[in-house]
C-alpha cells in the first residue's frame, strides 16, 4: 500500500543524510470506531478541515495540484482531501477560517502540511501576525506518493476567549509549493499521529504482535525514570573534564560517561514547549548528553544566522534544565554545495570535501561561526557558551579527513583550490629538501598532476597510490597531509580556547580512511592533539534500492542479520568481526561514539542497547550518542535512522543503568599497541586497525573496485575488543607492546568469547550475550537455541526467537538481595502492514507497511533465584513505566505478551 518510508531522523538533520530533499513517511490510518478521542480530550481541542475555508484564492478542489490519485493517497489525508496550489502566482494565496472555541485559554496551534514547502503567516482576528518559515519542525510524515506528503507541524501558540474567532493565513511567497490538510487547536498534549485526532489510537496489530502506542507522557513519578541520574541542571558540578582516560566533573573529579542521542539541525526549530518536553523525556529515559549536528548558517553561509541561534540557544537551556549536557557539531561537508557564486574558484556544485584543512577564506568564515555561536551571551541563560559548562563538547569537523576517498584532487577539489594545496605542499617540501625541484629529483618518477617546481606546487598522489606503492613521494605527501590536518586541528582548538575563551572540551573529527591499517593511524594520530577521540559506527546489513542511503522503500531488498553472529559478507568469507562497539583506546584518551545505530530494515536490532551497554562498560568507551532523534515524541512508523522506536529507545531504562552506573565492570587492557610515529610515516601500518563501520550514505563515496576491509593477517585478534579494553599508543619512540594471552578467553571451535572480567559471554554460534554481573544480568539474541540461561540471580526461560531480557537493581545492591528491581523485556517492532517476499538470503520489500510500531508478543518465564523469592512483589508497568497490575511474585514470572517492564519490590 505504502510506497517508501523515508527517515523521520533525516528531515530533521536535514541536510545530514539528503541535503532539501523532500522526505516523506506513511502514517495511515483508516479511521475505525476504535479512533474515537476521549471526553476529556475533545473538551481541550479543535479540529477542522484545510479544504473547507470560508473564504480563499487557492484553486479549486479539482485544480489541486497535490490532490490525491488513487484510494491508497486518499486514505493518507484526512477525510480524503487538502487544499494546495503550487508555480508561479500574481497574487498572495489566503486562507480564511471560522473557528468555534469552547472555551477560552492559551492554545497550541498545529497545522498538517505538505512537508516544509510553503512559509506562511497566520493571526487569529486582528491578532499580531505570527510566521511559519521553511524551517519548521515536522513532528511526523505521511507519504501519499514519492516526495509528496503530508506533515504535522506546530505553528505557534495563541489566547483566544470562548466562542468564534477568524483565523486567517496568508503565504510568504508568490511562488512554490504549498498544501494544508487539517488544523487543530489544543489546550492539552498533542502527539502527531497522521490524520489521528488527540487522544486517538491506531488499535491495531497482526496475529502474533501488539501495538506500540503510548500514552501522552505526563512525566509523573515513574520507576523508569532515571532524570535521577542527571545533575539538578547541566554544570551543576562545574565543566566536563579530561582525566587520563576519563571525563570528570571539574568540581567534583568524579567520572562521567555519556549516553547520548543525536539531534539535527530541525529539531531546534520546535516549539519551546516541545523542546522542553523533548528535553524531559531524554532525561526520563537516561540520557544526558544531546549532539547537536547542524550548521548555524542560513542562507548566507558566510555568517551565522541569528534566528538559528536564538532557537539553539534556547534548545541547549532547556536541556541543561534538564540535566543534560550538549554536543556541538556545526560543520560538515555535505551540508554545502559551492558553485561559481560561493566566492571559491572551480566549484560547480560540489561539497567542499577537504577544504577547510586548508583554504584560510574558508577557515575564517568557519572561525566566524564559533565565535558568534560562543560568545553571544544566550538569552535564556545570561551567559555565553563559552563560560557555560552546559555546552560540554565541540567538534571541529565531521566526517572528513584528507585520508578518505573524498580527496581527490580535480574532483571534488577544483583546480583553484588545488593551487593553494599544492602550494603549501611545495613550502613543506622545500623545507625538507631545499627545493621541489630537489623533491621531484629525489623521488626520480614521472610527474603528476599539479606538479610545478617553478612555481613552487607539487601535486597529490591518488590515496590508493599511497597506501599500495609506499614509496619516497607516498610518504611524504602522507606526511605532509597529515601534518596539515594535525595543525588544522592545534590551530583550530588554539582559537577556541584562547582566542574565545571556551573551557569544555574539544575534539577533531571522527571519520575514517582509505586505508585502515596504513592511514587509518595517520588520521588517528592528527586527532590526538584534541582532548578526547570520537568515531562513528552503523551495523548496516545489505539493503538495495535507489534510495536505501537513506530510506525504505518498497521494491528495495534487504538482509535480516544479527550482530551478533559475524555473518561473512558473502558466502565463503571469514567471519565479518567488526562491529562498531569495538573501542580502540588511542594515546590513553577518553574515546567516544558520536553516531551509532542497528539500522532498519532488519529484524535483528534488538541487541544494540544491551550490547553498546555492556561492551562500552568492558572497554571504558566514554560515551554512545545514538543516532538519530525524529521529533519529540515516539516514532510511529520506523524509519532509515530510527531511535525512538521500541526496540531500541524503549531498552534504554534499563540499558543507561547498566552503563551510567558502571554495573559492568570494566575490563584490563589485554592489548597495548605501541607505535613509532616514524613507522607510520613511513607507511608500515599497524598490526590493528579501528573496526570499519559505514552508513549506506557514506558508505556510497568509496570508489568503486575498491574496499573498507583490511587484511586481518599481521593484525591483533580482532575478538580482543570482547574481552577487555584494547590501546593503540602513537609515539615518537615506540615503546614496546604488550598482547595478553587470550587462548583462555576466546574458544574459536566453540565460537565463544569471555572478557577477562567474567561477567560478559558473547557467543557467535548461537547469535547470544549474556550478562552476569552482580547489579546486572539477562540475555540478547537468539533466545530459543538453548536451554533457559541460568545466571547468578536469575534464570530466563524466553519463548521469543529472538529478543533481550534484562533484570537491573534499582537500589544499587546486588540482585541476591535487592529490594528493589527492573524486569526489562523486548522482542522486535516493525511497521503494521510490513510484507516482503523471499524466505532466505535477500528479501524485497512489497510493502512498507504504516502506523503504527508492532512488536512481536513476549512469553516465557523469568526465575529469581533467591530463598525470599516469594517475598517478592511484582508489578506490570505500561509503556511509559506507570504502575499497572500486580502479576504474583518473583519466584516464577511468566512474561506477559505486551508488558516491556516489570517492577519487582520487597
Known amino acids: 500500500m505504502t510506497e517508501t518510508l523515508f527517515s523521520a531522523s533525516a528531515a530533521l538533520l536535514l541536510p545530514r543524510r539528503w541535503p532539501r530533499l523532500v522526505l516523506s513517511t506513511l502514517l ?56 494546495g496550489a503550487e508555480g508561479d502566482r500574481n497574487e498572495t494565496l489566503f486562507l480564511e477560517y471560522d473557528v468555534t472555541v469552547p472555551a477560552g485559554g492559551k492554545y497550541r496551534f498545529f497545522a498538517r502540511k505538505f512537508w516544509q514547502h510553503g512559509p506562511y503567516r497566520w493571526r487569529f482576528d486582528n491578532q499580531p501576525w505570527q510566521q511559519v518559515g521553511k524551517n519548521v519542525a515536522l513532528l511526523d510524515e505521511a507519504s501519499l506518493r514519492q516526495f509528496l506528503g503530508a506533515n504535522w507541524t506546530e505553528a505557534g501558540a495563541v489566547t483566544l476567549t470562548p466562542g468564534k474567532h477568524t483565523l486567517r493565513i496568508e503565504a510568504l511567497e508568490k511562488t512554490g509549493a504549498i498544501a494544508f ?7 492539552g498534549s498533542f502527539t502527531a499521529r497522521g490524520k489521528l485526532k488527540p487522544g486517538e489510537k491506531y488499535n491495531r496489530a497482526p496475529a502474533g504482535w501488539f501495538a506500540f502506542e503510548p500514552n501522552p507522557e505526563t512525566f509523573a513519578h515513574s520507576p523508569i525514570d532515571l532524570r535521577y541520574l542527571n545533575e539538578k541542571y547541566a554544570g551543576e558540578n562545574g565543566y566536563i573534564q579530561v582525566r587520563g582516560e576519563e571525563f570528570v566533573h571539574q568540581k567534583t573529579g568524579k567520572s562521567v560517561r555519556f549516553w547520548a542521542v543525536n539531534a539535527g539541525g530541525g529539531l531546534v526549530h520546535l516549539s519551546k514547549a516541545s523542546v522542553d518536553y523533548l528535553a524531559r523525556s531524554l532525561a526520563k529515559n537516561g540520557v544526558n548528553m544531546v549532539r547537536y549536528h547542524g550548521g548555524v548558517w542560513g542562507e548566507d553561509f558566510r555568517k551565522a544566522d541569528k534566528e538559528i541561534l536564538d532557537k539553539l540557544f534556547y534548545f541547549i537551556a532547556a536541556m541543561k534544565k534538564q540535566g543534560i549536557y550538549t554536543t556541538l557539531s556545526i560543520y560538515f561537508p555535505l551540508w554545502l554545495r559551492f558553485d561559481e557564486k560561493s566566492g571559491f574558484a572551480g566549484y560547480t556544485g560540489k561539497h567542499p570535501f577537504a577544504l577547510l584543512f586548508f583554504n584560510p577564506e574558508f577557515q575564517n568564515i568557519y572561525r566566524g561561526w564559533w565565535r558568534d555561536l560562543l560568545t553571544t551571551p544566550n538569552p535564556y541563560t545570561g551567559v555565553p557558551l563559552s563560560r557555560d559548562p552546559a555546552a560540554a563538547v565541540l567538534e571541529m569537523v565531521n566526517e572528513d579527513s584528507y585520508l578518505f576517498w573524498t580527496f581527490t584532487s580535480y574532483e571534488n577539489i577544483p583546480a583553484p583550490q588545488m593551487a593553494i594545496l599544492e602550494k ?7 623545507q625538507k629538501y631545499g627545493s621541489v625541484q630537489k623533491a621531484l629529483t629525489t623521488w626520480g ?10 612555481a613552487g606546487r607539487a601535486g597529490f598522489m591518488p590515496l590508493y597510490d599511497i597506501f ?5 613521494r607516498a610518504q611524504d605527501t602522507a606526511a605532509f597531509l597529515t601534518r596539515s590536518q594535525k595543525t588544522f586541528f592545534e590551530r583550530t582548538q588554539a582559537y577556541l580556547k584562547k582566542d574565545l575563551g571556551y573551557k569544555g572540551t574539544v575534539y577533531g573529527s571522527n571519520w575514517i580512511t582509505a586505508s585502515a591499517q596504513i592511514l587509518g593511524p595517520l588520521d588517528k594520530y592528527t586527532n590526538t592533539v584534541a582532548d578526547f577521540m570520537d568515531r562513528h559506527g552503523y551495523f548496516d546489513p545489505p539493503h538495495q534500492g535507489e534510495r536505501a542511503s537513506y530510506s525504505i522503500s518498497k521494491g528495495d531488498k534487504y538482509e535480516d542479520r544479527s550482530a551478533l553472529l559475524f555473518t561473512p559478507g558473502k558466502p565463503g568469507d571469514a567471519p565479518n568481526y567488526s562491529l562498531p562497539i569495538m573501542d580502540v583506546r588511542y594515546n590513553n584518551l577518553p574515546s567516544t561514539i558520536s553516531e551509532i545505530n542497528w539500522t532498519p530494515p532488519n529484524r535483528f536490532r534488538a541487541d544494540l542497547p544491551l550490547v553498546a551497554a555492556a561492551y562500552g562498560s568492558l572497554q571504558g568507551s566514554d560515551g554512545f550518542h545514538f ?37 559492568v565492570k570494566p575490563g584490563r587492557s589485554v592489548v597495548d599497541a605501541n607505535l613509532k610515529l616514524s613507522d607510520l610515516l613511513a607507511l608500515k601500518g599497524a598490526p590493528l586497525a579501528a573496526p570499519v563501520n559505514l552508513d549506506e550514505f557514506r558508505a556510497k563515496d568509496i570508489p568503486p573496485g575498491q574496499s573498507v576491509a583490511v587484511d586481518q593477517v599481521a593484525r591483533i585478534d580482532p575478538l580482543s575488543f570482547l574481552v577487555g579494553k584494547v590501546s593503540l599508543h602513537i609515539t615518537e619512540q615506540g615503546d614496546p607492546s604488550r598482547v595478553a594471552d587470550l587462548s583462555r578467553y576466546i574458544d574459536r571451535s566453540a565460537k565463544t568469547v569471555r572478557s577477562e572480567t567474567g561477567q560478559l559471554l558473547w557467543d557467535y554460534n548461537l547469535g547470544r550475550v549474556t550478562v552476569n554481573a552482580p547489579q546486572a544480568q539477562g540475555v540478547t539474541g537468539f533466545l530459543q537455541k538453548a536451554a533457559p540461561v541460568r545466571l547468578g540471580a536469575v534464570t530466563i526461560a524466553a519463548g521469543m526467537e529472538y529478543g533481550t531480557v534484562v533484570l537491573v537493581a534499582l537500589d544499587n545492591q546486588p540482585l541476591a538481595r535487592s529490594r528493589r528491581m527492573l524486569l526489562q523485556v523486548m522482542s522486535e517492532d516493525s511497521n503494521y502492514g510490513w510484507e516482503t517476499t523471499g524466505s532466505t538470503g535477500l528479501r524485497e520489500i512489497t510493502n512498507v507497511g504504516t502506523a503504527p510500531i508492532v512488536v512481536r508478543k513476549f512469553s516465557g518465564t523469568v526465575s529469581l533465584k533467591r530463598p525470599d523469592a516469594a517475598a517478592l512483589k511484582v508489578t506490570a508497568l505500561d509503556f511509559n513505566g506507570y504502575r499497572g497490575r500486580q502479576t504474583g511474585t518473583a519466584s516464577t514470572i511468566r512474561l506477559s505478551e505486551n508488558t516491556l517492564y516489570y517492577l519487582i519490590e520487597k
Open 468 to 472: 599500495s606503492r609506499k614509496n619516497q
Open 181 to 187: 490538510d487539517a488544523f487543530v487547536l489544543t489546550r
Open 424 to 430: 603549501q605542499f611545495g613550502d613543506w617540501l622545500s
Open 445 to 454: 618518477e614521472g610527474a603528476v598532476r599539479g606538479d610545478d617546481a617553478a
Open 28 to 83: 495511515f490510518c483508516a479511521m475505525t470506531a476504535a479512533c474515537v478521542p476521549s471526553p476529556a480530550l475533545a473538551q481541550n481541542f479543535v479540529w477542522w478541515e484545510a479544504e473547507t475555508p470560508r473564504a480563499t484564492n487557492f484553486p479549486a478542489a479539482d485544480r489541486n495540484p497535490f490532490k490525491p490519485a488513487n484510494t491508497q493517497e486518499t486514505a493518507v489525508l484526512s477525510k480524503g482531501r487538502w487544499i
Open 627 to 663: 543516532f538519530a532523534l525524529a521529533g519529540p515524541d515516539w516514532q510511529h512508523s520506523l524509519s532509515k535512522f530510527s531511535l525512538q522506536t521500541p526496540v531500541i529507545m524503549g531498552q534504554f531504562p534499563a540499558t543507561a543503568l547498566i552503563y551510567r552506573r558502571g554495573l
